[in-house]
C-alpha cells in the first residue's frame, strides 16, 4: 500500500524556536496533504489542507502566522511551527490521499510528538 | 458540518470474543467511510474503506459495515487477539474533507 513519511518522530525545543516536520508520500503523488494535530486521548484535530502549489487553507482558529505550511511538491508538505511556544506542545500528523479515483483513501504518516520546554 | 461519534469511547474484553465498535455521522452525503488503527504514539494505520456504493467490506477478522441512509457504521473484529489493543477511529469522508469520530480504545485481556 502507499507510504507516507513523516519526520522527525519526535523534537524537543526550547521556547521560542522553530520546528519543521516534513511529509513525504514514497510512491505516490499528492495533490492534497492534511496536517492534523493530536492531543492526548483525543481525536484527530485537522489544523489545514495543503495543496500542491498553492496557499493551504486553514481550518478556523488556526494562525497561519504560527503554523506555516509549504507543499512545494507532489511528494513533500512540511510543517512549521514558528516560535514555538510550550502549550504548542502535542502530537502532529500529516496524511496523504492516494489519488486514485476509485480509492480515494487516506494514508497517514508516523507522526511527530512536540515538546516544547 | 458532518459530526462523527464513535461508541462505546473505551471497551475491555477477554482474548478470543466477537466485538463491535460502531461509528455514526449526521450528514449521509457521504463519499466512503475509513476505519484506523492508532497503537499509542504512533500514526494511523489504515484497516478498511469502505465505498458510499458498498454495504460491507472484509479483511481477515475485521469486517465493517456501512448504512448510509442511518448514517452508521459498525467494525465487527471477531476472535480478538491481545495484539488488537489500541485505538481504533472512523473516519467519514465527505469528498473536500475527512470527518474523524473521537474513537474506541479497545483493550483486550490475555
Known amino acids: 500500500g502507499a507510504v507516507v513519511s513523516q519526520h522527525p518522530s519526535w523534537v524537543i525545543c526550547k521556547s521560542g524556536t522553530s520546528v519543521k516536520i516534513e511529509c513525504r508520500s514514497l510512491d505516490f503523488q499528492a495533490t492534497t496533504m492534511f496536517w492534523y494535530r493530536q492531543f492526548p486521548k483525543q481525536s484527530l484535530m485537522l489544523m489545514a489542507t495543503?495543496?500542491?502549489?498553492?496557499?493551504?487553507?486553514?481550518e478556523q482558529g488556526v494562525e497561519k502566522d504560527k503554523f506555516l505550511i509549504n507543499h512545494a511538491s507532489l511528494t513533500l508538505s512540511t510543517l512549521t511551527v514558528t516560535s514555538a511556544h510550550p502549550e504548542d506542545s502535542s502530537f502532529y500528523i500529516c496524511s496523504a490521499r492516494d489519488p486514485k479515483p476509485t480509492n480515494e483513501k487516506l494514508f497517514f504518516g508516523s507522526g511527530t510528538q512536540l515538546s516544547v520546554l | 458540518k458532518q459530526e462523527v461519534t464513535q461508541i462505546p469511547a473505551a471497551l475491555s474484553v477477554p482474548e478470543g470474543e466477537n466485538l463491535v465498535l460502531n461509528c455514526s455521522f449526521t450528514?449521509?452525503?457521504?463519499?466512503?467511510l475509513q476505519w484506523f488503527r492508532q497503537d499509542p504514539g504512533k500514526g494511523l494505520t489504515s484497516l478498511l474503506l469502505i465505498q458510499s456504493s458498498q454495504r460491507e467490506q472484509t479483511s481477515g477478522r475485521l469486517n465493517a459495515s456501512l448504512d448510509k441512509s442511518s448514517g452508521r457504521s459498525t467494525l465487527y473484529i471477531a476472535a480478538s487477539q491481545p495484539g488488537d489493543s489500541a485505538t481504533y477511529l472512523c473516519a467519514a469522508n465527505t469528498g473536500n474533507q475527512f470527518y474523524f469520530g473521537t474513537g474506541t480504545s479497545l483493550t483486550v485481556i490475555p
Open positions: 450528514d449521509s452525503a457521504i463519499y466512503n
Open positions: 495543503s495543496n500542491e502549489g498553492s496557499k493551504a487553507t486553514y
